[in-house]
């Protein structure tokens, strides 16, 4: 499975942005695709993510209420709409995929596959 990430973007605090992601592959297989994100000196850090089969969705508490996780099932994407965007949101967001099942969506080793990132900056 490849996945390819973008949407990236330099925005203001308080603006929105809309990342995507496509896998191509065995997609038939996945079973969760989920956002990381990373900023400079940090920890990679979840995100959000969704159950492929039952589009579940679950989030970190830190982007509640202004994240949301989608599936596009016309374009076969996985986007993420960010708004009410903050300084401390300012990272190289990635997307992740994993083809066995796993309770733990926010761990990143649980994930097989991974995007190339997309760096989002915020400006106050």
């Known amino acids: 499975v490849q996945l390819q990430a973008c949407g990236g973007g330099l925005v203001q605090a308080g603006g929105s942005l809309r990342l995507s992601c496509a896998p191509s592959?065995?997609?038939?297989?996945?079973?969760?695709m989920s956002w990381f994100r990373q900023a400079p000196g940090k920890e990679r850090e979840f995100v959000t993510g969704?159950?492929?089969?039952?589009?579940?969705?679950f989030y970190a508490d830190s982007v509640k209420g202004r994240f949301s996780i989608s599936r596009n099932n016309v374009k076969n994407t996985i986007d993420l709409q960010m708004n009410s965007l903050k300084p401390e949101d300012t990272a190289v967001y990635y997307c992740?995929?994993?083809?066995?099942?796993?309770?733990?969506?926010?761990?990143?080793?649980?994930?097989?596959?991974w995007g190339q990132g997309t760096k989002v900056t915020v400006s106050s």
């Open positions: 592959g065995r997609t038939f297989s996945l079973n969760a």
């Open positions: 992740a995929a994993r083809d066995v099942s796993s309770e733990n969506y926010n761990l990143p080793a649980s994930y097989n596959y």
């Open positions: 969704l159950h492929w089969g039952t589009s579940t969705t």
